[in-house]
C-alpha cells in the first residue's frame, strides 16, 4: 500500500520544524483552530502535481517572518517501494523537487502515490463557479491518469499564446495553424481522461457497499460538444476564430467543462441539496475514487481529510472510519478534539499540534 512513514517540515508555514512517523494506519490529528492541524494535509498534499489542497503560491507557504524558504521531506512507500521525496522553496521561488536525491519535474510525484482530499472550502463546491468543479474534477482524472496533468499544462500553454494572438487582433492563419494543433490534440486526451475517469467513479459506486449517497457525475459543455477527434477539434478552433477573437480568449475546449452531480437517489442536482446532503456526495465521490483506484491498481491511495467528521452525526462518522479502514488506506484527518476520533481507538495514530506565539508544535501519542 502507499503510505508515508516519516514526514519532515522545516520553516514551512507555522511549523518552525516538526517530524512525524507514521504506519499504515490512519492518522488523526487533533488541536484547536489555528493550531497548525491543516499546515500539515498542505505539506502532505505536496507530494502530488499540483499546487497543493490550498492552491497556495510558494511565498505564501514561507513561514513569516523568517522568510528563509520551507522545506517538506517524507519517506514515502508505493509499490512495496521506498522513495525519499524531498520538496524545497528558496525565498519564495518555485518549488523543487528531489525524488531519492535526484531533481524531478512536479508531475513525477503523480507516478509515484496518488492523492485524493477533502477540505472544508470544497464545502460550497456545487454551488459557486464552475471552475473549481473543473480543478475537482481533474484532480479525479489526475488519481488515475497521471499523465494528464502534462497534457493539461500543453493545452493551458497553447491556448495562452492563442488568447494572446486574439487580443492583439492577429488575423494571419498561420500564427494559429501550430498553436490549435497543440490545443486540439492535448483537449482531446483531457476530455478522454475526464470521461474514464468519471466512468470508473460510477462503477465503484455502483459495486460499493456504503452509507454515503451515491452521486451521477457527468460533464456539461458550455456552448457546445467538444469534438472527440483532433482533426474536427482544429476545424472547430478555426471556425470559431473571428468570434474567439472579439471575445478576446478561447470560447471552445475543455477549460470551458463543468461537472454535474445529481444525488441518485432522489434525482435533485447537487447544487439544490441541502448542505449535509452536498458534503455526503463529496465524501462519497472521495471514497468512491479510493475504491476505484486500489481497485485498478491494488493500492489505496492516500487520504486527507481537513475537519471532515466534525459536520457528521455519529452514525455517519463511524461509517466514514469503517470504510477507510475497509480499504486500509493511510488517511490524514484533522479535527478539534480527540473525542471525535473515539470510533477509531486503537486503528489509528494520534498526533496532537499546538501553538505558542506563532509557532506549531506536534506531539505523537
Request: with cysteine.
Amino acid at each position: 500500500m502507499s503510505y508515508l512513514s516519516t514526514l519532515t517540515l522545516s520553516h514551512f508555514r507555522s511549523h518552525k520544524g516538526a517530524r512525524l512517523s507514521a504506519d499504515q494506519r490512519p492518522v488523526a490529528i487533533y488541536g484547536a483552530n489555528g493550531s497548525g492541524k491543516t499546515n500539515i494535509l498542505e505539506a502532505i498534499s505536496l507530494f502530488s502535481p499540483g499546487r497543493g489542497l490550498r492552491r497556495s503560491s510558494a511565498e505564501d507557504m514561507m513561514r513569516r517572518p523568517d522568510n528563509l524558504g520551507w522545506k517538506v521531506g517524507g519517506i514515502l512507500t508505493a509499490a512495496a517501494t521506498e522513495y525519499e521525496v524531498e520538496i524545497t522553496s528558496n525565498n519564495g521561488a518555485a518549488r523543487q523537487v528531489k525524488i531519492d536525491g535526484k531533481p524531478k519535474a512536479q508531475t513525477a510525484l503523480g507516478q509515484l502515490v496518488r492523492i485524493l482530499w477533502l477540505v472544508p472550502a470544497m464545502d460550497r463546491l456545487w454551488i459557486e463557479g464552475a471552475e473549481g468543479r473543473r480543478r475537482f474534477l481533474d484532480r479525479i482524472t489526475l488519481s488515475f491518469s497521471p499523465a494528464h496533468a502534462d497534457q493539461s499544462l500543453k493545452y493551458e500553454k497553447a491556448m495562452r499564446e492563442r488568447n494572446r494572438l486574439l487580443k492583439d487582433q492577429v488575423t494571419d492563419p498561420h500564427w494559429y495553424a501550430a498553436l490549435e494543433g497543440h490545443m486540439a490534440q492535448a483537449g482531446v486526451a483531457i476530455m478522454a481522461a475526464r470521461i474514464d475517469a468519471l466512468e470508473k467513479i460510477r462503477t465503484a459506486q455502483l459495486g460499493g457497499r456504503t452509507a454515503f449517497p451515491t452521486a451521477d457525475l457527468s460533464i456539461a459543455e458550455t456552448q457546445r460538444d467538444i469534438p472527440d477527434d483532433v482533426d474536427d477539434f482544429c476545424i472547430s478552433l478555426q471556425e470559431n476564430r473571428a468570434r474567439d477573437m472579439a471575445a478576446g480568449r478561447s470560447l471552445l475546449g475543455p477549460h470551458r467543462s463543468d461537472l454535474l452531480g445529481v444525488y441518485q437517489a432522489k434525482g435533485m442536482a447537487a447544487k439544490d441539496c441541502s448542505t449535509g446532503e452536498q458534503k455526503a456526495l463529496l465524501i462519497s465521490i472521495i471514497l468512491a475514487n479510493a475504491r476505484a483506484l486500489s481497485e485498478e491498481s491494488g493500492e489505496p491511495p492516500l487520504i486527507l481529510l481537513d475537519e471532515v467528521a466534525a459536520h457528521l452525526d455519529i452514525e455517519r462518522r463511524n461509517a466514514l472510519y469503517s470504510e477507510i479502514c475497509q480499504l486500509n488506506a493511510q488517511a490524514w484527518m484533522t479535527g478539534t478534539e480527540p473525542g471525535i476520533f473515539a470510533e477509531l481507538s486503537g486503528k489509528a495514530q494520534l498526533v496532537s499540534v499546538s501553538e505558542n506565539s506563532g509557532i506549531s508544535s506536534v506531539s505523537q501519542e
